[in-house]
């Protein structure tokens, strides 16, 4: 695997990691599939449809989400909101990330040199 394809995929898992709770965090208020979509991509977090319905569907399964379908605009869509329980659990995930934030905050440089890094993998014979 090389630089490129492996940072791709620590790129994923770490992204994948906040999704949850960035859905959690614009659900409440009420959208349907796009509008959230919409939503999530003006807060910078860009994501794929088959990423974001299959979510959609887990977290209501888990009881954290509920929907219901509606006629907007002459056409069926499914509204989703948080329940009681994502609405705790929201709190609860919020919670926790902040904390693993102000940790990584401690520990990360503020600006970390790629050439430095490469010169300090070159160095230690890595």
Same mark, same amino acid.
């Given at each position: ?44 977090? $860009? ?75 070159? $160095?230690?014979?890595?």
């Amino acid at each position: 695997m090389g630089e490129g394809e492996l940072f791709e995929a620590m790129r994923l898992e770490l992204r994948r990691g906040s999704l949850v709770l960035a859905v959690l965090a614009r659900l409440r208020t009420e959208q349907y599939g796009y509008s959230l979509r919409v939503a999530l991509g003006q807060d910078g977090i $860009e994501m794929e449809e088959s990423t974001l319905y299959p979510l959609l569907r887990r977290l209501e399964t888990q009881g954290l989400l509920t929907s219901e379908w509606r006629e907007e605009d002459r056409r069926r869509k499914r509204f989703y909101r948080l329940s009681p329980l994502g609405e705790t659990m929201l709190a609860r995930l919020a919670e926790e990330w902040r904390g693993i934030s102000a940790s990584l905050e401690r520990m990360l440089p503020a600006r970390i040199s790629i050439n430095r890094a490469i010169n300090l993998e070159v $160095e230690g014979g890595a």
